[in-house]
């Protein structure tokens, strides 16, 4: 999960990415970066940790231009270093710079063709400079010593044939065009709008909509499954460049990933949860309609629209009784299981007064490893609960996901191989009850009847790319575990140069 942005102004880029960044810091804490172009020159900043942290006055100062891109990384296995830090830039051909969100499942196989059919050297771990190569070594078929929109719709078209997984990129070419694209199954968001100005209209590219909320934009739409849009003095165009798209966003972006206020492919972010929260209420009536419930506590921050309509609908007392401190990042995206349970006690701290002697109930967005909700669990007993049920707003999560949210492997998952009572067991609750993966596709569509599938894989282990086999997943949860072993605490880049055999 990472945020990307792209902007093109009649002003100096640079406050406004940076403001789009702060906007999209929820989607990565890991690193932050900015490429912007002036008079055909770029100009690049990127380092890690928070955007607050990698941009001063003097980087700013230095990001010439009204044309930009940025980007706000995750931790993930193998990249976490500055270098990996993106946007990444080639100069050939034209000088491109590329910000990404998301996974391409034939990695290791482009990364082949790359240095064998391509001739390209990679000099990271990173999706995005696989996506990038690609991406240029299309774009050298035109034979102009400026690309045209023709051009760069082609190019797109080639990234299409040649990549799978999901992505959503923006795109810089020095001096001509920002470029914004979506796989052809649309996993990854993505959305574009325009601002009207005295001195003309200003264009934007980001991952969520509430971005471009922040800088006063109008969302023209969000980019479809294939889709692509390039920006330049002429204007927008926007094509489709995929040949069979097929519309299958991700579930995991409305339960937990996006902002409540952001739109996702026509769908309130915020609403959808609040019919999470409805579904979820109703299958507690209907598994146990004499229930014991005093009190509805959610788990901040992600699941508390769910559980205010949860509360509701059972008619039972709301109350907040976990306060957060929002300055510890979130603890899904946390490198390393140490840090990761250590942070749960630094994050949240119980309310004594709201457990004492009450059968509470804890709403969570989800339980992925349940460390967490474990810990959780013991907290509010610890504050005096008489007993502790846990529900989850969204079903449980069996499967790795292999389309850019670095969830742990399989073996690592609570709800792998094991059923609700067992999970129940390990969390500690005296009852746990999961969200359907129906109510849950129910809750999304609702707001977008167009919407007829989803990329719900991690409930499924249904991948839609038809690409993943046991095998693969095997190899990435080894990767996984190898690259966190190796590279924990360390805080400098390594640069590793390959050859491929």
């Known amino acids: 999960m990472c945020g990307i942005a792209g902007l093109v102004s009649h002003a100096p880029v640079n406050q406004e990415l940076y403001d789009a960044l702060t906007v999209l810091q929820h989607r990565g804490q890991n690193a932050a970066g900015m490429v912007t172009t002036d008079q055909g020159r770029m100009y690049l900043r990127k380092s890690n940790g928070l955007v607050r942290d990698v941009f001063r006055t003097d980087h700013m100062l230095r990001l010439r231009g009204k044309a930009g891109i940025g980007h706000v990384r995750y931790p993930s296995a193998g990249v976490d270093g500055p270098a990996d830090a993106q946007p990444l830039y080639v100069n050939t051909p034209y000088g491109i710079s590329l910000a990404h969100n998301g996974n391409l499942t034939n990695a290791r196989q482009l990364k082949e063709e790359l240095f064998r059919s391509d001739r390209r050297h990679l000099n990271t771990n990173a999706d995005a400079e696989i996506l990038l190569n690609v991406f240029a070594h299309e774009l050298m078929h035109s034979t102009e010593l400026q690309p045209t929109a023709d051009d760069i719709f082609e190019a797109v078209a080639g990234v299409h044939k040649r990549c799978r997984g999901g992505y959503a990129a923006t795109a810089l070419i020095a001096g001509f065009a920002l470029v914004g694209f979506r796989d052809p199954h649309g996993i990854r968001p993505v959305v574009y709008g325009k601002r009207e100005t005295e001195h003309g209209t200003d264009y934007m590219i980001a991952s969520e909509s509430v971005a471009l909320d922040a800088l006063g934009f109008d969302v023209i739409g969000d980019l479809g499954p294939g889709e692509a849009v390039v920006i330049t003095g002429a204007g927008i165009q926007v094509r489709q460049c995929a040949d069979n798209p097929v519309h299958a966003p991700c579930i995991f ?19 959808s949860r609040l019919r999470m929260g409805t579904l979820l209420a109703d299958k507690i009536k209907r598994l146990w309609p004499q229930h014991d419930i005093d009190v509805v506590i959610p788990i901040p921050s992600t699941s508390r629209t769910s559980a205010v309509e949860l509360a509701t609908r059972l008619d039972v007392k709301y109350r907040e009784g976990f306060i957060k401190n929002r300055y510890i990042g979130r603890t899904f995206i946390m490198p390393g299981q140490g840090r990761r349970a250590k942070s749960v006690r630094q994050k949240l701290n119980a309310i004594d007064l709201e457990f004492a002697g009450k059968n509470v109930l804890l709403v969570d967005d989800s339980i992925v490893r349940g460390t967490t909700s474990r810990q959780i669990v013991q907290m509010a007993r610890e504050a005096g609960a008489h007993k502790v049920y846990f529900a989850s707003a969204a079903p449980p999560v069996r499967y790795p996901n292999v389309y850019g949210i670095n ?67 095997a190899q990435l949860e080894l990767f996984q575990s190898e690259a966190r072993d190796s590279q924990a605490g360390i805080d400098t880049a390594v640069i590793e140069l390959h050859n491929v055999p």
């Open 253 to 271: 972006e409305y339960v937990y990933l996006s902002r409540p206020d952001s739109v996702i492919d026509g769908v309130y972010v915020y609403r």
């Open 407 to 473: 969830m742990p492997g399989g073996s690592e998952l609570v709800a792998h191989d094991r059923d609700e009572a067992e999970v129940e067991r390990i969390i500690g609750a005296d009852w746990l009850i999961y969200q359907d993966l129906a109510g849950l596709r129910q809750a999304v569509a609702a707001g977008n009847e167009q919407l007829t599938r989803f990329e719900d894989s991690i409930f499924t282990g249904d991948y839609i790319t038809d690409d993943i086999s046991n095998e693969y997943l």
